[in-house]
T-cell receptor, first 106, second 112 residues
Framework: NAGVTQTPKFQVLKTGQSMTLQCAQDMNHEYMSWYRQDPGMGLRLIHY???????DQGEVPNGYNVSRSTTEDFPLRLLSAAPSQTSVYFCAASAFFGQGTRLTVV | DQQVKQNSPSLSVQEGRISILNCDYT??????FLWYKKYPAEGPTFLIS?????DKNEDGRFTVFLNKSAKHLSLHIVPSQPGDSAVYFCAASGGSQGNLIFGKGTKLSVKP
């Protein structure tokens, strides 16, 4: 029973590169979300989706795009990576989180 | 402005004793509260939740208390075990969208 699966687990990007963090769930939850965790900051909401075809911005959406073409998948795109986006990224389906992606932008 | 506050960054407790983790919130629209446990290099793990229509919820060694008038909730762990050592996050949500607002976390250390 996979739950919420995030790939990759680790990634190093150069400033200006783009990439997509993948998130997939097998629990059929309508609500999915992306958070970032930075030291001393807790988890902050980037984007969320209440169902296929519907997305909205959270607290810190700048520099990120999302799409929700299916219930199962909710990818997070970094358009042009910046060092300020160095963080650990967590995807959630309802209240259940994936294992995270540790991203470093150099 | 923080809507969910965990004012103690850390807490140290002896094995077998009670651990009490506290959380305060400011938004009176919050109607659902959750506690998560997080180990290093892992995702947050859902522990226990409480709806605003209740003031207490128990699950094994974990009990969450909600005081709506004080906008305060607490997580009690009894008895504490060394495996409980982790960072604990309080989260709150309200309204139809279900967005979770997190506190900054409290690092619990349970000493043998």
């Amino acid at each position: 029973n996979a739950g919420v699966t995030q790939t990759p687990k680790f990634q190093v990007l150069k400033t200006g590169q783009s990439m997509t963090l993948q998130c997939a769930q097998d629990m059929n939850h309508e609500y999915m979300s992306w958070y970032r965790q930075d030291p001393g900051m807790g988890l902050r909401l980037i984007h969320y989706s209440v169902g296929a075809g519907i997305t909205d911005q959270g607290e810190v959406p700048n520099g990120y795009n999302v799409s929700r073409s299916t219930t199962e998948d909710f990818p997070l795109r970094l358009l042009s990576a910046a060092p300020s986006q160095t963080s650990v990224y967590f995807c959630a389906a309802s209240a259940f989180f994936g294992q995270g992606t540790r991203l470093t932008v150099v | 402005d923080q809507q969910v506050k965990q004012n103690s960054p850390s807490l140290s407790v002896q094995e077998g004793r009670i651990s009490i983790l506290n959380c305060d919130y400011t938004n009176s629209m919050f109607d659902y509260f959750l506690w998560y446990k997080k180990y290093p290099a892992e995702g947050p793990t859902f522990l226990i939740s409480i709806s605003s229509i209740k003031d207490k919820n128990e699950d094994g060694r974990f009990t969450v208390f909600l005081n709506k008038s004080a906008k305060h909730l607490s997580l009690h762990i009894v008895p504490s075990q060394p495996g409980d050592s982790a960072v604990y996050f309080c989260a709150a949500s309200g309204g139809s969208q279900g967005n979770l607002i997190f506190g900054k976390g409290t690092k619990l250390s349970v000493k043998p």
